[in-house]
């Protein structure tokens, strides 16, 4: 399993709710979370062997900045 984290723009949980679909559409990712409590908003996914760019690219199309950060 990897651990990817990212920083985001998602700032509330009904941000995290219309994104919801679209991280759970995806069968590479076991499991996510959202802090929205930290500065970065930061964005924990567990997967099995997706890439970053798919989750950038995900968020983006949503609406929302999305830049992985190093583990």
């Known amino acids: ?12 949980p009904q941000e995290v709710s219309r994104i919801h679909p679209l991280l759970t559409s ?21 997967s099995s062997g997706i890439e970053p760019q798919i989750i950038n690219h995900m968020l983006q199309i949503a609406g929302f900045t999305c830049e992985e950060l190093p583990y």
């Open 26 to 46: 995806l069968a590479e990712i076991r499991q996510y979370n959202f802090d929205l409590e930290d500065c970065d908003n930061i964005l924990r996914v567990v």
């Open 1 to 12: 399993m990897d651990v990817l984290i990212f920083k985001t723009s998602v700032a509330s």
